[in-house]
């Protein structure tokens, strides 16, 4: 069963009651504030409402947290990397008490969005508006380029965090496509990984929009992005997964989400040099800089399986046990706490 909540109006509070035989979308309980798992039957009508009272109750006196992001429309939501990293930041929030719903560019200075405690801003490209009412919380995962001093100091907290994973969807599993080398991102200028390898006899498979415009590139193109809830599958399947970034990023150490989530579902990883990403993941993630050395890594990890295999196993350890959204979330509720108690 899958219903839009959405529909329903971002100021109300949205309760589903789930009954023995319910086969909800997990998508869908994503928009609910509250879920309700129990048998109505096994109850008589006063003590199912005090059960809902006592929910209701707990979701006001719970500190509510709101996640921007910059797209503009849910259908095109899930087109965007940010709002799948703020679903599974919203995830990890409310398992650890804080109802949480994510908040479009468009929401952001809605009276909805005013009743949050807490505003924590997944920044890309846009700055936000706060409210001295809230905590307001900014967590850089893109685009340090446009950082600026200004833009720390109309925030109450600012995180220096590195992204990070959910295990629950990125974890190994069978079923994904194998390939020698799996890329994906969509398309744009800046992006030579792909032309660096062309043309190659190597079972290359591209996913993302826009490369069905390039016609060197259309025989290794398979589609569109692949779903994020099979993207651990086919990390999992691929003998490399080819990792690139933003030049900013990638100088300022920057590590895209698909490293970690590449990493979690058990994948070896081939990245482009970014700052900090020996260290971070212990040499466990190979790097290139250039066309020849790009080539040589691919020659050399696709001729050594276990080396790949070594690699991949060290580099989801660390993941799995630094690089979690459970573990971000308790850095920012324990950063959110300190700054509340301050006089």
Same mark, same amino acid.
């Given at each position: ?20 035989g ?32 006592r ?7 719970? &500190?509510?947290v ?17 709002? /799948? ?17 994510? &908040? ?39 685009h ?16 220096p ?5 959910d295990?629950? #969807?990125f ?5 994904g496509?194998a /390939? ?10 800046? #992006?030579?990984?792909?032309t ?61 989400n ?20 020996a ?11 250039d066309?020849?050395?790009? &080539? @040589? ?13 070594a ?15 459970? #573990?971000?979330? @308790? ?10 108690r301050?006089?």
């Amino acid at each position: 069963m899958r219903w839009d909540l959405r529909g329903l109006g971002a100021g109300t509070i949205r309760v589903v009651w789930l009954s023995p035989g319910d086969h909800w979308d997990p998508a869908s309980l994503d928009e609910a504030d509250i879920v309700l798992a129990m048998d109505p039957d096994g109850l008589d009508g006063p003590a199912a409402v005090d059960a809902l009272r006592r929910a209701i109750h707990g979701w006001l006196a719970a &500190r509510r947290v709101g996640i921007r992001i910059g797209a503009s429309n849910w259908p095109n939501a899930p087109r965007w990397g940010d709002f /799948h990293f703020a679903r599974a930041l919203q995830r990890a929030l409310q398992e650890a008490g804080h109802p949480t719903r994510i &908040r479009l560019l468009r929401d952001w200075d809605s009276p909805a969005a005013a009743r949050d405690d807490v505003t924590i801003h997944l920044f890309g490209k846009v700055g936000a508006r706060n409210r001295p009412s809230q905590i307001n919380v900014l967590w850089q995962i893109s685009h340090p380029d446009l950082a600026s001093a200004a833009l720390y100091r109309s925030y109450d907290l600012v995180e220096p965090l590195l992204q990070a994973t959910d295990p629950d #969807r990125f974890r190994p599993g069978p079923g994904g496509p194998a /390939h020698d080398l799996l890329y994906v991102a969509n398309h744009r200028a800046d #992006r030579p990984v792909v032309t660096w390898l062309l043309p190659t006899d190597l079972d290359l498979a591209v996913y993302g929009q826009g490369w069905e415009a390039e016609p060197a590139v259309t025989p290794y193109w398979r589609g569109g992005p692949i779903p994020n809830e099979e993207l651990g599958r086919a990390y999992a399947a691929a003998a490399i997964v080819l990792n690139d970034s933003w030049a900013d990023m990638r100088d300022q150490g920057f590590i895209p989400n698909r490293v970690f989530d590449a990493l979690a579902a058990g994948g070896f990883v081939l990245s482009d040099s970014i700052a900090g990403l020996a260290d971070t993941f212990e040499g466990a993630v190979p790097t290139y800089h250039d066309a020849a050395s790009l &080539r @040589a890594a691919i020659d050399g990890f696709l001729a050594d399986p276990d080396a790949r295999t070594a690699h991949a196993t060290r580099g989801q350890r660390i993941v799995l046990s630094d690089h979690t959204f459970t #573990r971000r979330v @308790a850095t920012i509720l324990a950063a959110i706490d300190d700054l509340a108690r301050r006089p």
